[in-house]
């Protein structure tokens, strides 16, 4: 069956990706595809800007946050990973640990900040319970790798993805915080224009992405 589809996996697959999420999780992935089948000829678009598929030519979209069906459009869930209150070691060792979400005010907090939005966390209080909490910060940067950089520096608290720190917590340098609360959980989705038959190479990509995208989930 794997040899059939190779041998019928051709034309153009034009594939739009968020930036960050796209070059560290999807792009390997779709390139490893693209070398399985030497017919295909692959497009990946990376941006973080919210593409119209259908105006803009694209056969298909990997998005983070929850995705409708709609008229249009379809969707497959690929991927749901929580976000993490992660720190350095050394960090913690100069200003000690907050306890409650009242003591983040104390502390140095790296917030990701885009078109004035971003300076508000979600994060569970001591009973679980999900709670807005305003973000006040000397810093506020637009990339979440840079980010995460400055929390492995020691200049403060960040909330990020899990896929995005995963290695940097296996390697010691970030810690999480609160880890045995209830987290925020951020979705992928798989994104396509409805038709009556989606091709074969849209198709094989999908499945791929799902079979390949759990391998970040955590262990």
Known sequence: MLENGQRAVAGKLRVTLPVLFGRHCVAPILRSYARQHPKLELELHLSDRSVDLIAEGFD????????ANG?????RRLLSQRKVLCVSR???AAHGEPRTLEDLADHALLP???NGHGLVWHLPNAQGQPVDVAVSSRMRLNDLEVIADAATEGMGLAWLPYWLVRERMQ???LVEIWGDRPSTVME???VWPAMQYLPLRSRLAIDLLAVELEKWKEE
Do not use: H
């Open 188 to 190: 992928c989705s798989a």
């Open 60 to 67: 298909l979209a990997v998005r983070n946050g929850a995705v």
């Open 112 to 114: 990701y900040w885009r």
């Open 90 to 92: 050394d960090y913690l």
């Open 71 to 75: 008229s249009s459009l379809r969707s």
């Open 171 to 173: 390697r010691g340098e």
